[in-house]
């Protein structure tokens, strides 16, 4: 089974621009996650996206929002970026069995905002 | 509040020793424990779980046990190799929530030749 890709890997933005990042989870996978990750906050959860639907979002400004397309495909999108959004952004792969939840990640995407 | 602590930010250990990282949580509604392995560039690496209906899980050199009453999970990785080098996530789920799994900040596990 391929695992979960993410794109693009790097990426390098200035300050007001908007970003938009791709993942596709694990054939057969329909809930994807999104995390941020800085060296002084750990993995911090953005959103849950199942079939398309939104199922919960983390406490992040309303700059942050994500989609997620039938394919199970899912992009999250970043608007007026600021410096502090300089941080990995991952994507995980959601397997649920029995309520629970196991999550595979990609890669990550690596954002610099100058 | 941090609802999930790894309170060692590193350790460092020598090879073919036993390394124990530890974790504590305080949301008592949390019943799904993972541990993940986090190299620089990459994602991290799921590793190892435990249901909160367990004390203990095995697989391969990596054991993880879990204390209900003190809320204290930790992972036993025996023996260390110098790949295990790598930051250490410590993970937990509220079973049926539509949450993210809560991470701890991680610990950098050094093996010493």
């Known amino acids: 089974k391929a695992g979960v890709t993410q794109t693009p890997r790097y990426l390098i933005k200035t300050r007001g621009q908007q970003v938009t990042l791709s993942c596709s989870p694990i054939?057969?996978?329909?809930?994807v996650s999104w995390y941020q990750q800085t060296p002084g906050q750990g993995l911090q959860f953005l959103f849950e996206?199942?079939?398309?639907?939104?199922?919960n979002k983390g406490n992040f400004p309303g700059r942050f929002s994500g989609r997620q397309f039938s394919n199970s495909r899912s992009e999250m999108n970043v608007s007026t970026l600021e410096l502090g959004d300089s941080a990995l952004y991952l994507c995980?792969?959601?397997?649920?069995?029995?309520?629970?939840?196991?999550?595979?990640f990609g890669p990550g995407t690596r954002l610099l905002v100058l | 509040d941090q609802q999930v602590k790894q309170n060692s930010p590193s350790l460092s250990v020598q090879e073919g020793r036993i390394s124990i990282l530890n974790c504590d949580y305080t949301?008592?509604?949390?019943?799904?424990f993972l541990w993940y392995k986090k190299y620089p560039a990459e994602g991290p690496t799921f590793l190892i779980s435990?249901?909160?209906?367990?004390d203990k899980n095995e697989d391969g050199r990596f054991t993880v046990f879990l204390n209900k009453s003190a809320k204290h999970l930790s992972l036993h990785i025996v023996p260390s190799q110098p790949g295990d080098s790598a930051v250490y996530f410590c993970?937990?789920?509220?079973?049926?929530?539509?949450?993210?799994?809560?991470f701890g900040k991680g610990t950098h596990l050094i093996i010493q030749p």
């Open positions: 054939s057969g996978h329909r809930s």
């Open positions: 993970a937990a789920h509220e079973g049926g929530g539509a949450d993210g799994l809560t």
């Open positions: 996206y199942f079939s398309e639907t939104q199922r």
């Open positions: 995980a792969s959601n397997d649920v069995a029995g309520g629970k939840k196991t999550q595979y």
């Open positions: 949301n008592s509604m949390f019943d799904y």
């Open positions: 435990i249901s909160s209906i367990k």
